[in-house]
Antibody, heavy 120, light 110 residues
Framework: QVQLQQWGAGLLKPSETLSLTCAVY????????WTWIRQPPGKGLEWIGE???????YYSPSLKSRVSISIDTSKNQFSLKLTSVTAADTAVYYC??????????????WGLGTLVTVSS | QSVVTQPPSASATPGQRVTISCSGS????????VYWYQQFLGTAPKLLIH???QRPSGVPDRFSGSKSGTSASLAISGLRSEDEADYYC???????????FGGGTKLTVL
């Protein structure tokens, strides 16, 4: 059974950098794309980006200038950094497992989510 | 404003059949697979339908997906109170080079 465990700071000040890490337990790590998605309170889901085992990254056009996703294959972990956060970045951030052959929108395993609040 | 559009809400009574629509364009739904997710309040979403109309193991056959042109639909038959949740359609968008989510539909079981 695949499990994703995520952690990171839950309270940030404006202009700080959001940093989250997700560890994957069970299943294959190398054969999949790994995804970050967020959900502002009371709103819908937003795709942030994905990374594959080789380190190739794909980002949302609206966040591309501020986001970075990295992978540590030795630890079966991947991470998210989002710079210069504002209150608009307040959301629950989910790490998740994407597809195998490419980025399609298929997401079959999810972390529990981390609420990140940006407030001065 | 999402490039993939869903009605914000839907409702039906137990036992009825309800359909949730998802409208896009040739760059997303029209040319790529559609996925549907179910999300209960305070929990992570769950994959409900993949590749337009395929159910993952464990998803009841009361849930079905379809696609025609640049639109897709999720149908739930034999509606139950436990189906009350938010439902999202998702697809890859060739023009944006991004995964796009519909705005979500809140299903109320009356």
């Amino acid at each position: 059974q695949v499990q994703l465990q995520q952690w990171g700071a839950g309270l940030l000040k404006p202009s700080e950098t959001l940093s989250l890490t997700c560890a994957v337990y069970g299943g294959s790590f190398s054969g999949y794309f790994w995804t970050w998605i967020r959900q502002p309170p009371g709103k819908g889901l937003e795709w942030i980006g994905e990374i594959n085992y080789s380190g190739s990254t794909y980002y949302s056009p609206s966040l591309k200038s501020r986001v970075s996703i990295s992978i540590d294959t030795s630890k079966n972990q991947f991470s998210l950094k989002l710079t210069s956060v504002t209150a608009a970045d307040t959301a629950v951030y989910y790490c998740a497992r994407g597809g195998m052959t490419g980025i399609t929108g298929r997401i079959d395993y999810w972390g529990l989510g981390t609420l990140v609040t940006v407030s001065s | 404003q999402s490039v993939v559009t869903q009605p914000p809400s839907a409702s039906a009574t137990p036992g009825q059949r309800v359909t949730i629509s998802c409208s896009g364009s040739s760059s997303n739904i029209g040319n790529n697979y559609v996925y549907w997710y179910q999300q209960f309040l305070g929990t992570a979403p769950k994959l409900l339908i993949h590749r337009n109309d395929q159910r993952p193991s464990g998803v009841p056959d009361r849930f079905s997906g379809s696609k025609s042109g640049t639109s897709a639909s999720l149908a739930i038959s034999g509606l139950r109170s436990e189906d009350e949740a938010d439902y999202y359609c998702v697809a890859w968008d060739d023009s944006l080079s991004a995964v796009v989510f519909g705005g979500g539909t809140k299903l109320t079981v009356l």
